[in-house]
């Protein structure tokens, strides 16, 4: 799991940090709506992590039962 997460965090830093100034980029920084953009990325991000988080518990917990 600690592996997985290393990668998509690693992964997340490259595509900021490739990022190139386009008409698109100075609309959004422009106009604020980056923010959003990157609120709603980091929110389905964190739910997606959770959610894997809270189902890998449950089958380590079926797996003991057994």
Do not use: C, P
């Not at 900021?16 to 609309?27: I, V």
């Not at 422009?30 to 990325?41: C, D, E, P, Q």
């Amino acid at each position: 799991m600690k592996k997985s997460f290393t990668v998509i965090l690693f992964l997340f830093f490259v595509l900021f940090t490739n990022a190139q100034d386009s008409k698109w980029t100075e609309l959004m920084n422009g106009t604020g709506k980056v923010f959003v953009v990157i609120a709603v990325m980091l929110t389905i991000l964190a739910g997606l992590i959770l959610y894997l988080v809270r189902l890998d518990r449950k089958i380590s917990r079926l797996e003991k039962n057994k």
